[in-house]
């Protein structure tokens, strides 16, 4: 038994999936303590989109570090947060043509979704929220409250009240627009659905299965949410900071929502940092009215400083847009050639490949595990291979990843993937 597994409670999860001791990880690479190396296709959930350990954000902490610059400062003005504003104004927002106020609550995205949840809750004096079949939105209790997955609500331990779930573009089959079932109930005063608040939305569902809102389905859910007069927050935490190819994942629509939800890639290197952006209007909060002991952490400032240069030209976006479609080919190949009936689906660099054998994906990625390539299940079933490699990895490397997905699908699908070996020895064995 491992110091883990005698120490670390049950509760823990990837290191399931991928048993081994890392140690070091550059770019698009991770090290085990016994040297192997992995190619990373997970990249933190998306918290690595500019890989492990970027030289050029690495050198803006180093220097930061070395000059004693000030680690923690509660939210007092700092110099970091100060550069850190005015920059992400300059590089982001002003260029986009918009304006929110900033707010830096705790430092995880479930922390910038509850105070956007609460935010909205007070600013409309109206209790529900409206998530999304198969949503993902964190783990405390109102971000829960959103979030799909029965297991996870479960744990909750307490009934999760005051929300609604309402079904996500395509959860009827594609001929179904489910907003015409979401605006029926709002105009139906015998709907049984109280006004809401705020509807809370991914752009794409990472956790989810990798869920792809189209475009005129958010246009339509902006135009629904602004006649009625609910606040439309759009959590951005895994897809947005260039995952989709724009920095913000809404952007192909077009839209402009009341309040976004930032946080995984915003630091651009792995340091905590989360960010709610409110439309000035709804900034009612009263000093202090929600607080957290490390709201923005200096070193993650200038770190998160550091990745905007990523987004002063249009190189990552049109790199992503031409990575992207490297994915989405060589996976409807492999989809066509080996499992016909499998669906593949994403936008910019996150894709899923969903499996209508539910326990496929997860043999996959243990396999890919297994000739050194990291790489998660998402959705209810763990049903959908996800591929959220780093924006900057090298084509040279996509390749790669995506010759072990094959390789792997392929063993699976044979039957000569160590799994079943494994099961058939144990089967062998009993017997
Ligand atoms: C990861 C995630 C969260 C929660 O972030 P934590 O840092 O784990 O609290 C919320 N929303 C989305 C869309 C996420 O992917």
Not at 73 to 88: P, V
Not at 161 to 172: E, K, M, N, Q, R
Not at 388 to 410: F, K, M, N, R, Y
Request: charged letters at 20%.
């Amino acid at each position: 038994m491992n110091t883990f597994e005698e120490f670390e409670s049950e509760v823990r999860g990837y290191c399931r999936s991928f048993p081994t001791v890392f140690s070091s990880a550059k770019g698009a690479w991770m090290t085990d303590t016994a040297g192997e190396r992995y190619l990373d296709f997970f990249a933190g959930a998306g918290v690595l989109n500019y890989g492990h350990n970027p030289d050029k954000i690495k050198q803006a902490l180093l220097g930061y570090l070395m000059r004693d610059g000030i680690t923690h400062t509660l939210d007092m003005y700092s110099q970091a947060k100060q550069r850190f504003i005015e920059r992400f104004n300059e590089v982001i927002l002003q260029p986009r043509g918009l304006h929110y106020k900033f707010q830096f609550p705790g430092p995880t995205g479930t922390n910038a979704v509850e105070a956007a949840l609460k935010l909205a809750r007070k600013v409309t004096g109206r209790e529900q929220v409206v998530g999304f079949t198969n949503a993902f939105h964190g783990m405390t209790l109102g971000a829960l409250a959103v979030t799909g997955n029965s297991f996870k609500r479960a744990g909750a331990g307490v009934p999760l009240g005051h929300t609604a779930s309402v079904p996500f573009d395509g959860y009827l089959g594609q001929d179904v627009d489910t907003l015409n079932y979401f605006e029926a109930m709002l105009h139906d005063s015998g709907s049984g659905m109280d006004k809401p608040a705020a509807v809370i939305v991914e752009t794409v569902q990472a956790e989810g299965g990798v869920n792809v809102a189209s475009v005129e389905w958010l246009q339509r859910l902006r135009q629904i949410t602004a006649e009625h007069d609910i606040v439309l927050i759009v959590d951005d935490i895994q897809v947005g900071c260039g995952r989709t190819g724009s920095f913000f994942s809404f952007e192909e629509a077009g839209i402009v929502p009341d309040i976004v939800t930032l946080s995984k890639s915003l630091s651009g290197y792995g340091l905590p940092l989360a960010l709610v952006l409110i439309r000035p209007e709804l900034d009612q909060w009263a000093p202090g009215e929600h607080n957290g002991t490390f709201r923005g952490h200096c070193p993650a400032f200038v770190t998160a400083t550091a990745a905007l240069t990523f987004w002063e030209d249009g190189r990552l976006q049109q790199a992503v847009a031409r990575k992207g479609q490297t994915v989405q080919r060589r996976l409807e190949r492999m989809a066509k050639k080996l499992a016909p009936d499998a669906r593949v689906r994403g936008r910019g660099l996150i894709w899923g490949i969903e499996f209508s054998d539910t326990a496929l994906a997860s043999r996959v990625s243990k396999a890919c595990f297994e000739r050194g390539l990291i790489i998660e299940t998402a959705g209810i079933d763990d049903q959908v291979l996800k591929i959220l490699p780093s924006l900057t990895i090298s084509e040279d490397e996509l390749q790669h990843g995506l010759d072990v997905i094959e390789d792997s699908l392929s063993a699976v699908l044979n039957g000569t993937d160590g799994a079943t070996s494994a099961e058939a020895n144990a089967l062998a064995e009993a017997a």
